[in-house]
């Protein structure tokens, strides 16, 4: 006799064909004997009600991604569903995912409880193994012939959604060189560069206007000279997958974030 909490159709077939009874949860049941006489026969489901979820093989896509950013802004203790509405995703992906960090070790839980504890520095370095900034369907590369500062003169009076991330943002909190790049979240390119008077530009651009993977990017932002910035999570990732000397700055600014770990999470 095989007890089984699912039995699919083609495991009940071969134990059929071998002359073992079986029952599953499912409500699957062949009960078969010669003394006394009994035939029981029950096919409830082909399908297993019961199937278990696969754990998420990468991190990438936006879910992933504001999952991500919730393990590294939100300091543990955190429990699937507090973590899924944190991110805004399903309990049962969030779950998916986790199984998947917890298996790379870059989370620990408590049996049959929260997360206690996060390495999110190496969720970040682990997210950016599937992640990209500058993917050419998201981006635009423009040219401000007036130079960076006026950029920024310009962003503090602009009416539109923005994120600046990447090197200018990482220069604010812990400077490794002086930026030569401007990259910034905007949700329309073309409105951005036309508010900011920049113009297209294929070689010699000093600008970069990202269209976010999710609106994610612009939570948790930080001001300084009235200028918004992506959280430092964001930027560090964004560090992280940059050309250059990219990763080099994600280093020094998670450097920062390690030794202020007040100032960012909450």
Do not use: H
Not at 218 to 236: C, D, H, I, P, T
């Amino acid at each position: 006799m095989v007890f089984s909490t699912f039995l699919s159709p083609r495991t009940r077939e071969r134990l059929q064909a071998v002359g073992l009874n079986y029952v599953d949860l499912a409500g699957n049941i062949r009960l078969v004997a010669d003394r006394p006489g009994l035939f029981i026969y029950e096919r409830s489901a082909d399908k297993n009600p019961w199937r278990e979820e696969r754990p998420a093989r990468s991190l990438r896509g936006a879910k992933a991604g504001r999952i991500v950013r919730a393990l590294c802004d939100f300091l543990p203790p955190l429990g699937v569903r507090d973590l899924a509405k944190k991110a805004g995703a399903d309990a049962g992906y969030v779950s998916r995912t986790l199984a998947l960090l917890d298996r790379e070790d870059l989370i620990r839980r408590s049996p049959r409880g929260p997360i206690t504890s996060v390495d999110w520095q190496g969720l970040i370095r682990r997210w950016a193994q599937d992640y990209s900034l500058l993917e050419p369907k998201r981006t635009g590369s423009f040219l401000e012939p007036r130079g960076l500062p006026s950029s920024f003169e310009k962003l503090g009076k602009v009416d539109f959604r923005y994120a600046v991330t990447g090197s200018f943002a990482a220069s604010k909190i812990a400077p490794v060189a002086s930026p030569r790049l401007l990259i910034c979240y905007v949700d329309d390119r073309r409105r951005a560069a036309e508010g900011l008077d920049l113009r297209s530009a294929e070689v010699g651009a000093n600008v970069i206007l990202v269209q976010p993977f999710d609106p994610v990017v612009y939570e948790r932002s930080w001001e300084r000279e009235g200028v918004k910035f992506a959280a430092l999570s964001q930027v560090a990732v964004d560090l992280e997958t940059s050309p250059g000397r990219g990763p080099a700055e994600a280093d020094a600014l998670m450097k920062w974030m390690a030794d202020n770990e007040n100032a960012w999470r909450s």
